[in-house]
């Protein structure tokens, strides 16, 4: 099977779930570093994600989180300057082999943003349509209805908004777009989500619906969330992996990488029980 | 309260003072730049008035020599000269654009945008000349078409295009061209659904400004478009009069009834000028036309 061939989403034939199933979506990064201009944001991170599981990214402000996760995409090199070595395997194929193509890439990898940002020209039914007219699948025309309803039903957010799909998705509360954002995401099927402190712009009650919906996207998807909120990373994820600084203009680094229970009740490095503790950060 | 009352009385004298006087300036600057456009327009209207009537838009300039004529093909003459220039800078104007925003290399659009600039305050006769130069190249000596002036009339839309399209394509904001691109869009299609959507406004702008810039134009069409007294609709071949070389034609070549002369300029210009709202109407109502829709169900 050669590259491209693998890395093609699948046809999207039905309701919208037409991803092959029976792999494994399994994400590993080996010797990562990623860099703006000549200063690296983040270097040497290998970690391997467990798939179908949440796994949470923790640790203080500019350790270079956002940037790894920009990484899993191919999202980081869309910045003027930005570079990356080292690899990024998606079920053994790396990411950053030159000839796979990003866009494609991209398809399979989808990414929830700190800021909720539906499109604001589009309607909230457009909105969970756009990933698919943007990468110019096609649908039946009663797909069309059948994957908004389903999508938004997955998010909890169908019986909220279903009698006005023809409103702006900007009309929509903050917690709410967030939804609507998700269930842009998975609309498309990707294999693996990333979601980059997806609820630090909002309230609790809409956290707390983010988080169940976190944990139930895990039983199906690779999710990583990167997160400020250490008990949030303590009730959705299974993994954790704990990244730190040493000052400004250093690169962060993965300091401790392990199961979410573990890390929290007995981190093996004196950093992680600083930062748990609130020492840092 | 004690604080306030505390100032000394002078500070809020002094500056009610200033504000009376800066009031009053602002005012004085309002009248001086709305006068002299007042009395333009009042002096075109009652001008033209005379001989605003049917004939003038339907007749030409062929076999009079007195009184009576119109000014039918030199109105043809600049819809269909305005239209192509449009129709050649928009689409050129707007690649540039997104070429500028979305791909430039850093030198190359450097030596682009300093391009756009110098093309911006080219002399519109030195742009005739160029359309001219061209045109000698390809048709031969002394050929003269209305198709020659529309580009040598988009030599100067072009910029104004390029400019105000720039300015909203560089608005989009990050969050939106992420959320395409984090969805699998390709790079055309996040330019053709985020990035056009937010420039359509700038585009249209620029065809308003562009057409205000070149819709007066004379020396360029006196060059390549040439003069005629007839009707010429077609815009690859022969002379076509416009109603900017129309209004200077009439001013200059007085006949006997020198009144004749002066009325037609006048009620061309009034033409001019209503031809210039109908144009920036039409961009606007064209610009909520084209919503692009690729998104939307
Ligand atoms: N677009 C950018 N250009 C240059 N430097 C950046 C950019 N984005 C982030 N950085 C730098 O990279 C480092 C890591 O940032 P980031 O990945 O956002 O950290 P985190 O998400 O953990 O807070 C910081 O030092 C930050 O200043
Ligand atoms: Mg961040």
Request: proline share 5%; net charge positive; charged share 15%.
């Amino acid at each position: 099977m050669t590259f491209e061939l693998a890395l093609r989403a699948p046809e999207l034939t039905g309701a919208g779930h037409g991803r092959d199933d029976t792999a494994n979506h399994r994400l590993a990064v080996v010797g990562l570093t990623a860099s703006y201009g000549r200063s690296p944001a983040i270097t040497e991170v290998s970690l391997s994600l467990e798939s179908r599981s949440v796994t949470a990214f923790i640790g203080p402000s500019g350790c270079g989180k956002s940037t790894l996760l920009r990484t899993f995409n191919r999202l980081h090199e869309v910045t003027p300057g930005a570079r990356v070595t080292g690899a990024v395997r998606l079920d053994g194929i790396d990411l950053y082999d030159p000839r796979v193509d990003p866009v494609t890439v991209r398809r399979r990898i989808g990414m929830v943003f700190q800021r909720p940002n539906p499109f604001p020209t589009l309607s909230i039914r457009d909105n969970v349509l756009a990933g698919i007219r943007l990468q110019y699948r096609r649908l039946r025309p009663s797909g069309a209805d059948e994957l908004v309803e389903a999508m938004l039903t997955a998010v909890g957010l169908w019986d909220e908004v279903k009698d006005c799909l023809g409103r702006p998705g900007i009309s929509l509360s903050g917690g709410q777009q967030q939804r609507l954002c998700i269930a842009r995401v998975i609309a498309v099927a990707p294999d693996v989500i990333l979601m980059d402190e997806p609820c630090s712009s909002l309230d609790p009650v809409s956290t707390a619906a983010i988080e169940e919906l976190m944990v139930n996207l895990g039983r199906d998807y690779t999710v990583v969330v990167v997160t400020h909120n250490l008990q949030q990373a303590a009730r959705v994820s299974r993994k954790t992996a704990f990244f730190t600084v040493a000052g400004a203009g250093e690169p962060g680094r993965l300091v401790e990488y392990g199961d979410t229970a573990g890390l929290f009740s007995a981190p093996s490095k004196a950093q992680t029980a600083d930062y748990l503790a609130g020492r840092f950060g | 309260m004690t604080a306030l009352a505390g100032r000394p009385a002078g500070v809020s004298t002094r500056r009610r003072l200033t504000d009376h006087v800066a009031t009053v300036a602002a005012w004085a600057a309002f009248a001086a730049a709305a006068i002299p456009l007042v009395s333009l327009l009042v002096t075109v209207v009652t001008r033209g008035l005379a001989r605003l009537d049917m004939t003038f838009f339907t007749s030409s300039m062929r076999g009079i020599v007195g009184a009576g004529g119109g000014a039918a093909h030199a109105l043809w003459g600049t819809v269909l000269v305005t239209l192509a220039a449009t129709a050649i800078s928009v689409p050129i104007g707007v690649g540039t654009a997104v070429y500028l925003v979305e791909y430039g290399r850093p030198v190359l659009s450097r030596l682009l945008w300093f391009l756009v600039d110098v093309m911006t305050g080219l002399p519109s006769v030195v742009a005739g000349l160029a359309a001219y130069a061209l045109i000698v190249m390809v048709v031969g000596p002394g050929a003269r078409s209305g198709l020659a002036g529309a580009i040598a009339l988009s030599l100067l839309m072009i910029p104004v295009v390029v400019k105000s399209s720039a300015e909203m394509l560089r608005l989009v904001p990050t969050d939106l061209r992420e959320a395409a691109t984090g969805l699998g869009a390709s790079r055309p299609a996040v330019i053709a659904t985020v990035g056009l959507p937010a420039a359509r406004p700038g585009i249209v702008a620029g065809v308003m400004l562009g057409v205000g810039r070149i819709i007066g134009e004379t020396a360029p069409l006196l060059l390549v478009a040439g003069f005629t007294d007839s009707l010429n609709l077609n815009l690859t071949t022969g002379r076509m009069a416009t109603l900017p070389v129309y209004i200077y034609s009439q001013w200059q070549n007085k006949g006997a009834d020198q009144a004749a002369y002066d009325n037609r300029a006048w009620t061309a210009a009034l033409v001019l000028i209503g031809l210039v709202l109908l144009f920036s109407l039409a961009a606007r109502l064209l610009g909520r036309l084209l919503a692009p829709t690729s998104l939307k169900g």
